[in-house]
């Protein structure tokens, strides 16, 4: 899912949860021009444009569970 950051808070459980939150940014390789997916602190995430893209994943087999957050300033992932 694809959000403006107000919506993603609006629309999903980001502002009421214990959830860890993982920020991740696509960067362009300055040698071979590729995007590179870094995982960012929420300060850096939220410098870059862009739409964010919301995930949730939940392993049921262990108990573990996140929200990650992505933002691709160069367009469509």
């Given at each position: 899912m ?10 999903t ?16 390789d300055e040698?071979?021009?590729e ?9 850096a ?7 964010i893209?919301y ?23």
């Amino acid at each position: 899912m694809k959000f403006q950051l107000q919506e993603l808070i609006d629309k999903t459980e980001l502002g009421f949860t214990d959830i860890p939150i993982r920020f991740f940014v696509y960067e362009e390789d300055e040698e071979t021009g590729e995007l590179e997916l870094s995982e960012a602190n929420e300060e850096a995430f939220l410098a870059v444009e862009g739409e964010i893209e919301y995930e949730r994943h939940t392993i049921h087999a262990n108990g573990c569970k996140q929200i990650c957050l992505t933002k691709n300033p160069f367009g469509a992932c």
